[in-house]
């Protein structure tokens, strides 16, 4: 049982160090399937963004990390399996390396949002959909 008093959504940003550390693609779907009912059970929203880039992935870890991305997005559902999308491999993303983060928003290790990543997730982030969770309880 989750025990989340007053928690209606959850951002689920996960699979980034997964990858980087041998799971795939069908691994991580998977866990994402498992967590979202739960989720959903205990009448929790679920926004989910996609994998974000890692220098260091290997080709296959980009296949990966793009399969789940494709999923995520995917009637902006994750297939129908979450309550929507809040995608921030797009605003991080180097748009001449879109497998690597801008460096206007890297702290210098290529995995990390420095202060303004962290400000233009802030600002991407819907308020009004994260909002609306809370009129369906």
């Given amino acids: 049982m989750l025990d989340l008093h007053g928690v209606t959504g959850v951002l689920y940003y996960y699979g980034t160090n997964d990858l980087a550390n041998g799971c795939d693609a069908t691994r991580i779907l998977r866990s994402y399937r498992e967590v979202f009912q739960r989720l959903h059970a205990a009448g929790i929203k679920v ?3 996609p994998v974000t880039s ?3 992935y290997t080709d296959q870890n980009n296949l990966d990390r ?3 991305g494709s999923h995520v997005k995917k009637r902006n559902s994750c297939d129908g ?4 999308v809040m995608d921030f491999d797009q605003v991080l993303k180097d748009p001449l390396k879109p497998n690597s983060i801008n460096p206007a ?3 210098g290790d290529g995995v990390h949002a420095n202060i303004a990543g962290q400000r233009a997730l802030a600002d ?3 308020l009004p959909m994260l909002l609306s969770s809370t009129a369906h309880h």
């Fill in 81 to 84: 399996t979450c309550d929507g």
């Fill in 105 to 107: 928003y890297d702290t």
């Fill in 66 to 68: 793009h399969t789940v």
């Fill in 47 to 49: 926004y989910v963004t």
């Fill in 54 to 56: 890692r220098p260091g």
């Fill in 124 to 126: 991407y982030v819907s």
